[in-house]
Nanobody
Framework: QVQLVESGGGLVQAGGSLRLSCAASRRTLSPYAVGWFRQAPGKERESVATISWKGGTTDYADSVKGRFLISRDNAKNTVFLKMNRLKPEDTSVYYC??????????????????WGQGTQVTVSS
């Protein structure tokens, strides 16, 4: 079973940037879609950005379109989320997960599994 580890979170001022990484070990991520999701206290987990196995298809939540960019480097078995122009409402724990099944693509959290442990992103105003 793949192990996903997120990194790159932290505390940043509004308007700043962060780049999150999702590194996979134990097997390759390349046949799987990967998604970034976030969950704030008392709220449901929501999809932030997803990317297909080759990277040719991406999807973003309306709240992050134009500010966030998801990408993947299959040679490094890693998926990235570049977050620009961060807002206090982006504060959350960010998780990555892989799609359920190879060569399939979806945008909903229920279509993903093998979740990482999460990384905290805090944006101060």
């Amino acid at each position: 079973q793949v192990q996903l580890v997120e990194s790159g979170g932290g505390l940043v001022q509004a308007g700043g940037s962060l780049r999150l990484s999702c590194a996979a070990s134990r097997r390759t991520l390349s046949p799987y879609a990967v998604g970034w999701f976030r969950q704030a206290p008392g709220k449901e987990r929501e999809s932030v950005a997803t990317i297909s196995w080759k990277g040719g298809t991406t999807d973003y939540a309306d709240s992050v379109k134009g500010r966030f960019l998801i990408s993947r480097d299959n040679a490094k078995n890693t998926v990235f989320l570049k977050m620009n122009r961060l807002k206090p409402e982006d504060t959350s724990v960010y998780y990555c997960a892989e799609g359920v099944g190879t060569y399939r693509y979806g945008t909903r959290p229920r279509e993903y599994g093998n979740w990482g442990q999460g990384t905290q992103v805090t944006v101060s105003s």
